[in-house]
């Protein structure tokens, strides 16, 4: 018995020692079990018209804070007690997201902003108030990615600096609450997970992870530098001693008629290809004077359709055999050639170096998004200095929630009509999507992603979808395995933009396809045959 009670209390002073460290390591925390009024700071910008509610998670007794309304942006923001150094040993920020309603285009991430005296009031948070870090999901058009976004001053310039994380993970299609963690840590790695699988890992320092990287190039082409006014960039030109030959003739036309040609029997040269429809009539509503004088609307001549044809004949063309076009020199090399004019490097003025990034603090966490979906739930925002607890967060406000959606997806997908996905079909396109975050096909991620998408609207097509992704992946590797210099470009429309700031073009562009889609689905009215008087 006495030993027993020995085990019982050490395990409840390390319970105890766990509870007390991650208090000390938990910095920030938000469960909005309570209402966010008071705590949270609406913005007072007349852009930001969304309307906050602090709102149940569907199918669960916790609440979270909800986007409520359809194509508007929202901004909201929340002071901390004090500034928090991502300079000092490692930092976690960690927020739940559930699209209820979906995602097809909207934003649903975090801006982690600098203290106040950059420059920013809190009532008045919008896209321009300076952040530290932003990250989380992105998805409208062939946008697809959690973003990661550090904004770091240039100790040269003085400029702050957006850099892009390269090749960022792809956002869960489905309507799951997931979690979205990014681990800081003091050797300058970061990590992103989302539900607490390592979905990349990168370093800040490295051009190979970051656009632009955080230390400039050394060099940079000379601004002044100009092209030498006889620099000849042509590999190859015309022959200047070649003669066009004397028989090529030039005007010869490109056809001719087919003079073996015969009319074949039984052509109709005196019937119509159309008639007049024998069995239309005049509307009763058709006047004369303002309609002009009725005509009965044409159809295919009957006559026409056993006979080999109907009205005039014509001999049918053919190539010329004695066509040859513009007589053009042939080419040969240029032996003034130069190859083509770069600008001489010079130093880069802004170059700098660096062992660590200059993180600046974080003194507010701000969403600030533009979404055309409503639905979107934001829960259990972390800021901490330990994985650990961020961890033990996940295990014990995500998780629970996210295995009794998961498993009523699954019955749902079990009850899924022929019409819908199946169960089956949902795990390829999870599959697919990890196939996009490829690095080697980072440059034909957004046509996989485009193809995907269209196999989750459309199921009877997923068998096609996976055969393209096949087809690009081996065209890929064999370029690879093969000698090929490089990966050829894939055509893609323009991304939509990286940051906050361009949202409002994205939206107009959703409304536009919208717009256009109502038109090409909308057949025009048959009009009625007149003739101008």
Same mark, same amino acid.
């Given at each position: 018995?006495?030993? $027993?009670?020995?085990? &019982?209390?050490?395990?409840?002073?390390?319970?105890?020692?766990?509870?007390?460290? /991650?208090?000390?390591?938990?910095? $920030?925390?938000?469960?909005?079990?309570?209402?966010?009024?008071?705590?949270?700071?609406?913005?007072?910008?007349?852009?930001?018209?969304?309307?906050?509610?602090?709102?149940?998670?569907?199918?669960?007794?916790?609440?979270?804070?909800? *986007?409520?309304?359809?194509?508007?942006?929202?901004?909201?923001?929340?002071?901390?007690?004090?500034?928090?150094?991502?300079?000092?040993?490692?930092?976690? &920020?960690?927020?739940?997201?559930?699209?209820?309603?979906?995602?097809?285009?909207?934003?649903?991430?975090?801006?982690?902003?600098?203290?106040?005296?950059?420059?920013?009031?809190?009532?008045?948070?919008?896209?321009?108030?300076?952040?530290?870090?932003?990250?989380?999901?992105?998805?409208?058009?062939?946008? +697809?990615?959690?973003?990661?976004?550090?904004?770091?001053?240039?100790? @040269?310039?003085?400029?702050?600096?957006?850099?892009?994380?390269?090749?960022?993970?792809? !956002?869960?299609?489905?309507?799951?609450?997931? *979690?979205?963690?990014? %681990?800081?840590?003091?050797? +300058?790695?970061?990590?992103?997970?989302?539900?607490?699988?390592?979905?990349?890992?990168?370093?800040?320092?490295?051009?190979?992870? $970051?656009?632009?990287?955080?230390?400039?190039?050394?060099?940079?082409?000379?601004?002044?530098?100009?092209?030498?006014?006889?620099?000849?960039?042509?590999?190859?030109?015309?022959?200047?001693?070649?003669?066009?030959?004397?028989?090529?003739?030039?005007?010869?036309?490109?056809?001719?008629?087919?003079?073996?040609?015969?009319?074949?029997?039984?052509?109709?040269? =005196?019937?119509?290809?159309?008639?007049?429809?024998?069995? /239309?009539? @005049?509307?009763?509503?058709?006047?004369?004077?303002?309609?002009?004088?009725?005509?009965?609307?044409?159809?295919?001549?009957?006559?026409?359709?056993?006979?080999?044809?109907?009205?005039?004949?014509?001999?049918?063309?053919?190539?010329?055999?004695?066509?040859?076009?513009?007589?053009? /020199?042939?080419?040969?090399?240029?032996?003034?050639?130069?190859?083509?004019?770069?600008?001489?490097?010079?130093?880069?003025?802004?170059?700098?170096?660096?062992?660590?990034? =200059?993180?600046?603090?974080?003194?507010?966490?701000?969403?600030?998004?533009?979404?055309?979906?409503?639905?979107?739930?934001?829960? +259990? %925002?972390?800021?901490?200095?330990? =994985?650990?607890?961020?961890?033990?967060?996940?295990?014990?406000?995500?998780?629970?929630?996210?295995?009794?959606?998961?498993?009523?997806?699954?019955?749902?997908?079990?009850?899924?009509?022929?019409?819908?996905?199946?169960? *089956?079909?949902?795990?390829?396109?999870?599959?697919?999507?990890?196939?996009?975050?490829?690095?080697?096909?980072?440059?034909?991620?957004?046509?996989?992603?485009?193809?995907?998408?269209?196999?989750?609207?459309?199921?009877?097509?997923?068998?096609?979808?996976?055969?393209?992704?096949? !087809?690009?992946?081996?065209?890929?590797?064999?370029?690879?395995?093969?000698?090929?210099?490089?990966?050829?470009?894939?055509?893609?429309?323009?991304? !939509?933009?990286?940051?906050? +700031?361009?949202?409002?073009?994205?939206?107009?562009? /959703?409304?536009?396809?919208?717009?256009?889609?109502?038109?090409?689905?909308?057949?025009?009215?048959?009009?009625?045959?007149?003739?101008?008087?």
């Amino acid at each position: 018995m006495g030993r $027993f009670a020995l085990l &019982l209390l050490l395990a409840f002073a390390s319970f105890q020692a766990l509870c007390f460290a /991650a208090d000390d390591d938990t910095v $920030f925390y938000d469960s909005f079990d309570e209402p966010f009024d008071g705590r949270w700071i609406v913005s007072d910008k007349d852009d930001y018209k969304g309307v906050w509610k602090h709102s149940k998670s569907e199918g669960h007794d916790d609440y979270g804070l909800l *986007v409520s309304e359809k194509a508007r942006k929202y901004a909201i923001v929340k002071e901390l007690n004090e500034p928090v150094s991502l300079k000092d040993g490692s930092t976690v &920020l960690q927020f739940e997201t559930r699209f209820q309603n979906g995602l097809e285009c909207g934003g649903a991430y975090l801006k982690y902003l600098r203290p106040q005296e950059a420059g920013w009031k809190a009532k008045e948070f919008d896209n321009e108030s300076p952040y530290s870090i932003m990250f989380g999901p992105d998805k409208c058009g062939a946008t +697809n990615k959690v973003h990661f976004i550090l904004k770091h001053k240039n100790p @040269k310039s003085g400029e702050y600096v957006e850099h892009h994380l390269k090749y960022p993970p792809s !956002v869960p299609s489905d309507k799951l609450t997931h *979690v979205y963690t990014a %681990i800081l840590k003091p050797d +300058n790695e970061v990590r992103i997970l989302i539900d607490g699988e390592e979905k990349k890992k990168a370093n800040f320092l490295s051009a190979d992870d $970051f656009e632009p990287p955080l230390i400039p190039a050394k060099t940079i082409p000379d601004p002044d530098d100009k092209k030498p006014e006889d620099w000849d960039e042509r590999a190859k030109i015309p022959d200047p001693n070649a003669v066009k030959p004397d028989d090529w003739d030039e005007d010869a036309p490109m056809e001719i008629e087919d003079e073996e040609a015969v009319k074949p029997e039984g052509w109709l040269d =005196d019937e119509p290809e159309e008639i007049d429809d024998p069995e /239309a009539t @005049k509307p009763e509503d058709w006047d004369d004077e303002e309609d002009g004088e009725w005509e009965a609307p044409k159809i295919d001549n009957p006559k026409c359709e056993t006979a080999p044809g109907c009205g005039e004949w014509k001999r049918p063309m053919k190539m010329n055999p004695a066509y040859k076009g513009k007589w053009s /020199a042939p080419l040969i090399d240029n032996p003034n050639y130069k190859g083509i004019w770069k600008p001489q490097e010079i130093p880069n003025p802004d170059y700098f170096e660096l062992d660590k990034p =200059d993180f600046e603090p974080i003194a507010a966490v701000g969403i600030e998004i533009w979404t055309m979906q409503d639905g979107i739930l934001f829960d +259990n %925002i972390l800021i901490a200095k330990n =994985d650990k607890v961020a961890e033990s967060y996940r295990e014990t406000t995500w998780k629970p929630k996210f295995e009794v959606e998961k498993e009523k997806q699954k019955a749902e997908d079990e009850s899924t009509d022929s019409d819908g996905l199946s169960a *089956v079909q949902k795990k390829v396109f999870d599959v697919l999507y990890k196939v996009a975050d490829i690095p080697f096909l980072s440059e034909y991620k957004l046509q996989i992603l485009d193809l995907i998408e269209k196999a989750e609207k459309q199921p009877n097509i997923t068998i096609g979808v996976i055969v393209s992704i096949l !087809v690009i992946m081996l065209t890929v590797l064999f370029r690879l395995l093969f000698g090929g210099k490089k990966q050829p470009k894939v055509e893609n429309k323009p991304e !939509v933009a990286e940051t906050s +700031n361009n949202q409002s073009t994205s939206g107009e562009k /959703a409304e536009e396809e919208e717009e256009e889609e109502e038109k090409e689905g909308t057949a025009a009215p048959p009009r009625r045959r007149r003739r101008d008087t």
